[in-house]
């Protein structure tokens, strides 16, 4: 499990595509992976333990804002990559 810092950006290549970036705070290389839908986005922020608020204001600021960045979450490296699918 790592504990990082979540950067989710909205990638101008589709209307609905998010790359998703975790920088873990240990020396581990960080792990992204692009979702290409909002319901792949709001199954992997579920999936991380946050409350349904939080993932909603999330959505709205990457959506509308291009960015949203959450502090300390917890998850695995294959748990982005089961979410791009």
Known sequence: MLTGTLW???VMAGPETYRLVLVPYDNTPPSKVTVPT???L???LASVGLRE?????VIEQATWRGLAVLRNVQAEAQ???Q???
């Open 42 to 44: 709001r199954s992997f």
């Open 8 to 10: 989710i950006s909205r």
């Open 53 to 57: 608020a939080i993932r909603e204001a």
């Open 38 to 40: 909002v319901y792949a």
């Open 79 to 81: 748990g982005l990559e």
């Open 83 to 85: 979410h791009a699918a």
